[in-house]
């Protein structure tokens, strides 16, 4: 693994906006509000406070707060709204220079990014990043105009992802292994055609998952090793087994284990083009498109508040 990017030298900020999924997490943001923006006020920054009720009015929110004219740019929220602010964030920041960086606050079900930045699930002490001031420029992937900051899923991976996007009950990441089970009773394998760094290569596979961070689905750990500042895409193939095979690896698959076993390909690479019949992606848990999908890293491409190293 490559060394960290180094950090940007500590910059207090002096105006935070702040914006908020008061339900994600079962609730959970709007009962900690209160507390965070004491801290924020207590610290003796400025902080404007923006609470959506729906996506459309979050995706309207980010825009106009990473436009704002604030330093950070806070969101607040799971997997689906941190997406929101990478990528207006990163808009924003290709645009102008001085716009705001981008901080985050874990309070969802999965908080996969926030794990692969080593901000951890804790909101509180990713408040305490924020206001440390530590800035890092972090790689993300793009696929068209989406910019991704966790995993891009394809395959078995992408249909557990959207049977637990579909289901009503339960909430939360126990929808995942409900879902993947439910998936696994009728799954066979996959053609791909894929295009890695230029080369042409078709395959069966269970799986052909991309990562820019680690984890998914709220910490299965289907990319290990994936830096987010290396310039590099990790690509985990899992190539065809049977029912057994892929049951004995599921808990592998959150300590990262899995990939000691013969059926699993590691790959790093630059970009990759994502092909084959039928096959739909996914990018942070949200729905990317149908294939082909072509995913590029873009190095350094976002400030975001991140722990010093």
């Not at 180094?6 to 009962?31: H, Y």
């Not at 920041?93 to 794990?115: K, V």
């Not at 992408?158 to 879902?179: E, H």
Request: hydrophobic share 40%; with cysteine; net charge negative.
């Amino acid at each position: 693994m490559s060394s960290p990017e180094p950090a940007v030298a500590p910059r207090p900020p002096s105006n935070i906006a702040l914006v908020v999924n008061p339900s994600a997490g079962k609730g959970r943001s709007q009962e900690l509000l209160p507390e965070i923006a004491g801290r924020i006020r207590d610290a003796g920054h400025e902080l404007d406070i923006w609470l959506s009720r729906d996506f459309d009015e979050a995706h309207s929110l980010i825009n106009k707060a990473a436009n704002s004219g604030a330093d950070v740019m806070v969101v607040m929220g799971g997997d689906g709204m941190l997406h929101l602010g990478v990528n207006e964030a990163v808009r924003a920041q290709q645009s102008a220079p001085a716009a705001p960086t981008l901080g985050l606050i874990p309070s969802g079900t999965g908080n996969d990014l926030c794990r692969g930045l080593d901000i951890g699930t804790d909101p509180l002490a990713a408040v305490e990043i924020i206001l440390g001031g530590h800035e890092n420029a972090v790689d993300l992937a793009r696929v068209g105009e989406a910019y991704i900051g966790t995993i891009i899923a394809s395959g078995f991976d992408a249909m557990v992802n959207r049977r637990a996007n579909d289901m009503r009950w339960p909430k939360g990441s126990s929808r995942y292994p409900l879902a993947l089970f439910a998936v696994l009773r009728t799954f066979e394998p996959l053609h791909y055609q894929l295009t890695i760094d230029g080369v042409r290569r078709d395959l069966d596979a269970m799986l052909v998952a991309v990562g820019n961070t680690r984890s998914y689905g709220g910490g299965i750990r289907i990319c290990p090793d994936a830096d987010p500042a290396d310039g590099l895409l990790d690509v985990t193939i899992i190539h065809p087994v049977g029912r057994p095979t892929l049951l004995r690896l599921m808990p592998l698959l959150y300590t990262g284990g899995f990939v000691t076993d013969p059926c699993v390909e590691l790959l790093r690479v630059r970009s990759i083009t994502i092909d084959g019949p039928g096959l739909v992606g996914f990018g942070d848990g949200e729905m990317i498109g149908a294939t082909p999908l072509a995913v590029e890293q873009i190095p350094a491409a976002l400030r975001v508040c991140r722990p010093a190293v």
